[in-house]
């Protein structure tokens, strides 16, 4: 099996992150899947966001949870990147899963409630996912065990992913006491062992963020599940390189 290539945060390293603009680049790139980060607005809307201020990324200030989405969709999102995507706006998870409906493209949403524990926002991406029946291509991670429990006990068909970037003792069984499928784990954490290790329990393992042709030969080499990349061109590349060479 290929390692997944999934684009982090759309294209982020050509496009402003988590913007529709990052999102075409990565699926004209051919990435398999993308990754974006969910948060809540204050009136209950999943938007695809990073940080819980939008001070790094867009021309306001504050909070996600304090702005309706109406007033969100008034900031810029992209004139922090470049002159080319001014005016280009936040986008609400609906939105997205409108546009991906109709691409055969993976999507891994993680849920971002390790700072802000967003009241229902579970429930809420489910139901959209239900929607657009996209339950199937979608796997939900998160850095907080209790939204992944959540999301297991409403559905325990879903794949939902266990995010750390420490090393901790016993994260297979950790992992599996979540009711996850996977590990989504820092990219200087990951290695053969405990990829082997958790296949031998049914887990798999993934690895963020992956850019450099040489990390990602590496991660390729040892049999990642999946690999999270700012730049899937490169990656798309790299993987081809890799399997030619397999089979010569
Ligand atoms: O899902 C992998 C990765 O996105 C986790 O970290 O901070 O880039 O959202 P972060
Ligand atoms: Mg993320």
Redesign the pocket.
């Known amino acids: 099996m290929k390692t997944i290539i999934y684009a982090?945060?759309g294209a982020s390293k050509q496009a402003p992150e988590n913007t529709l603009p990052a999102f075409e680049l990565a699926y004209e790139s051919g990435a398999d899947g993308i990754?974006t980060?969910i948060q809540l607005t204050k009136d209950g809307i999943p938007v695809l966001f990073?940080d819980e201020n939008v001070r790094r990324t867009t021309n306001g200030t504050g909070f996600i949870q304090d702005y309706t989405f109406k007033e969100l969709q008034r900031l810029d999102a992209g004139a922090w990147f470049s002159n080319n995507y001014i005016n280009t706006s936040i986008l609400s998870l609906e939105q997205f899963l409108s546009w991906i409906s109709n691409k055969n493209l993976l999507l891994?949403l993680?849920l971002?409630t390790n700072v802000i524990p967003y009241k229902h926002i579970e429930q809420i991406v489910y139901e959209l996912l239900v929607k657009y029946d996209k339950l199937r291509h979608t796997v939900i991670?998160s850095?907080n065990p209790n939204s992944l429990l959540k999301m297991h006990r409403m559905d325990p068909t879903l794949t939902t992913a266990f995010?750390t970037?420490n090393k901790k003792v016993d994260l297979i069984n950790y992992t599996k006491q979540l009711g996850a499928k996977g590990i989504?784990i820092k990219n200087r954490l990951v290695n053969e062992s405990l990829i082997n290790k958790a296949k031998q329990e049914n887990i798999y393992v993934a690895t963020?963020?992956v850019n450099r042709p040489s990390q990602l030969m590496r991660c390729y080499k040892i049999r990642c599940h999946a690999i999270?990349t700012d730049l899937p061109y490169v990656a798309i590349e790299t993987r081809e390189l890799f399997e030619q060479n397999i089979i010569q």
């Open positions: 982090h945060r990754e980060d990073h891994n993680e971002k991670s850095f995010l970037s989504h963020y963020t999270f």
